[in-house]
Nanobody, 125 residues
């Protein structure tokens, strides 16, 4: 059974940093799509960063240059390094994986089929 467990959220002041982790179990990462999403209260979920099978990445314009998505294959863990945090980055952050399907682009309308429970990030001004 595939499970994704996020950790690393918390409360920081603007300009600070956090690193989110997403530990995957029940499967071994093999280039499948993985991504980070966020949902602020009262807003729709938005894509933050995604990781393609070839290692390429994509980012929302609002986080480019500040956030970095990466994966540790040995630990089967996805990360999101968040620097220069802003109050508008406050949200619940979710990691997602598309398991069992290859050939999809990992950004846009990707039908991610596994989601973590989320970790809260709060940035104060």
């Amino acid at each position: 059974q595939v499970q994704l467990v996020e950790s690393g959220g918390g409360s920081v002041q603007a300009g600070g940093s956090l690193r989110l982790s997403c530990a995957a179990s029940g499967y071994t990462y093999s280039g499948n799509c993985m991504g980070w999403f966020r949902q602020a209260q009262g807003k729709e979920r938005e894509e933050v960063a995604t990781l393609e099978s070839d290692g390429s990445t994509s980012y929302a314009d609002s986080v480019k240059g500040r956030f970095t998505i990466s994966i540790d294959n040995a630990k089967n863990t996805l990360y999101l390094q968040m620097n220069s945090l802003k109050p508008e980055d406050s949200a619940m952050y979710y990691c997602a994986a598309l398991v069992g399907y290859m050939g999809w682009a990992c950004s846009g309308s990707t039908p991610y089929n596994y989601w973590g429970q989320g970790t809260q990030v709060t940035v104060s001004s």
